[in-house]
């Protein structure tokens, strides 16, 4: 199937910041929560209609792509990436952060055609941090190029950690484990509260790594072209291809840092999507 992907962007492009103007309106009012998996686990009506409105904007654009989306797989839509040109769609990345009106949050996009991710959208409204990627063109944020920092060293790196959205024993405990192991030795930590952010921070330089179990492709399908886009590695957290329905990912600013974490990663296996 042939695919245009200037218009496929310039498309996406406009619906991302029609969604970011509702989550911008909304992000300091009251909403209407509920819970999916677990009670940390949250989607607001906002969630459901941005993912609405874009899947049927680029549907009516673009008649023969499928879709795998946060909410409409939440639904029971199955979550299946074939060879056929695929929109990969979180409308509110941070769901949490926006229940509470904290500001990192962002609606992330991602277009794979046979499998190969394509174009990458990261579009944070609230902080106006518009995050963009073409395969083979580079990353860019509000226009400008973005490059990951080149850290070599994990003592020397700033990583994102992240607690995810479950109370789930296995995670829960691997997570206190990674923290505990990472914490002493690096320079920092840091948690977004967003993995689309977090992959965000590590493409623009501002962290060098950052891995997560149990987070869905719609959370890092775009991340992982922005990473990539800006110089930096994606890859599965026990160092081999990283897979978009494997639940698993670890990006760093360079191959050497992530071989570093490598070894000193604790980790669990959640169920493929």
């Known amino acids: 199937m042939s695919v245009d992907l200037d218009k496929c962007f310039d498309v996406v492009m406009e619906l991302a910041k029609a969604g970011g103007k509702i989550i911008r309106e909304r992000i300091y009012s009251q909403k209407t929560v509920n819970t999916k998996s677990d009670r940390i686990d949250l989607v607001t009506e906002s969630d459901q209609e941005v993912e609405k409105m874009l899947i049927s904007n680029l549907r009516a654009q673009f008649p023969d792509h499928r879709f ?7 639904e ?29 949050v962002c609606t992330s ?8 991710t394509e174009i990458a959208i990261i579009y944070n409204p609230v902080l106006e941090q518009l995050f963009t990627a073409r395969r083979g063109q580079g990353a860019k944020l509000n226009g400008e190029p973005i490059h ?41 930590t840091r948690s977004s509260g967003s993995a689309a952010i977090d992959m965000a ?25 922005l990473v990539r886009e800006a110089g930096g590695v994606c890859l599965d957290p026990e160092g081999g291809p990283l897979d978009l329905l494997a639940r698993r ?15 000193k990663i604790s980790q669990i296996y959640p169920p493929r999507d």
């Open 68 to 74: 795998i989306g946060e909410e409409s797989t939440a």
């Open 76 to 104: 029971g839509i199955p979550c299946e990436l074939t060879d056929a040109p695929t929109w990969i769609i979180d409308p509110i990345d941070g769901t949490m952060n926006f229940v509470h009106g904290y500001p990192n």
């Open 109 to 116: 996009i991602a277009l794979t055609v046979n499998k190969v």
């Open 148 to 188: 990951v920092s080149g850290e070599k060293e994990l003592k020397q790196a700033l990583i994102g950690l992240e607690c995810g959205t479950t109370h789930e024993p296995e995670k829960m405990n691997n997570n206190f484990k990674n923290q505990q192991t990472f914490t002493p030795i690096v320079h920092g």
């Open 201 to 225: 921070m590590v493409a623009m330089g501002a962290t060098d790594a950052y891995f997560e179990f149990g987070i869905h492709a719609w959370d890092y399908a775009a991340g992982d072209l």
């Open 249 to 263: 990912m670890l990006c760093a600013a360079t191959m050497e840092l992530a071989q570093e974490m490598i070894p």
